[in-house]
């Protein structure tokens, strides 16, 4: 069975991270994207009224979305809204689904993301890996938001994270 990734990435962490995830797996790749930047009160806006905004998706070919890998950061404390709708759509022909998510980490872990994905989709997750900026960065002085904010992933440590996804995934066929 084929694995499909599915990302969506506001300033790139995600992005690239969900790219070295796809080749890890030779996967296909399909991008979320918002047809305009999303501002701090609009995401806000989502969380709090649990809103699934309109997106944009790169898929041009029709895929089986059985297995499949969503990749997209964390938002207070939430799986990010751009990836809402692509959940809904294919919640019901998932057979297995992890999330993978580099957030920002600097208020500690984010704990309610298995109940989310579970209360979203159905089922529970295969895995749930979480990778916090906050714990990349030097522990003394504690990371700031404005430093994990300010961080962004290049392609050796995506792909050395992407490594650490495909030890959790091993299950994944
Ligand atoms: C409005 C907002 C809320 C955020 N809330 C969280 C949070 O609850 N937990 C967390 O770990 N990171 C949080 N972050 C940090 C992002 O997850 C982090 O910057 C991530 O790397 C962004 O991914 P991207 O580059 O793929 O868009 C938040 C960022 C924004 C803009």
Do not use: C
């Not at 699934?52 to 938002?75: R, S, Y």
Request: net charge positive; no cysteine.
């Amino acid at each position: 069975m084929k694995t499909v990734v599915i990302s969506y990435s506001r300033t790139g962490n995600n992005q690239i991270l969900a790219k070295a995830i796809a080749a890890g797996l030779s996967a296909e790749h399909v991008t979320i994207t918002m047809p305009g930047e999303k501002s701090f009160f609009s995401i806000g806006m989502d969380m709090l009224f649990n809103r699934t905004p309109k997106v944009n998706t790169t898929q041009e070919n029709p895929v089986d979305f059985q297995n499949v890998v969503f990749v997209g950061p964390v938002w207070m404390g939430q799986i990010a809204s751009p990836l809402r709708a692509p959940v809904r759509k294919h919640r019901n022909s998932l057979q297995q689904y992890a999330f993978v998510s580099i957030s920002g980490g600097a208020d500690g872990p984010n704990t309610k993301l298995t109940a989310e994905l579970k209360k979203r989709i159905g089922k529970d997750p295969v895995s749930v890996v979480n990778f916090l900026i906050a714990e990349m960065l030097p522990a003394d002085p504690k990371p700031t938001r404005e430093q994990t904010e300010a961080y962004r992933l290049d392609e050796a440590k995506a792909e050395e994270l992407a490594r650490k996804v495909m030890e959790e995934l091993k299950t994944f066929s």
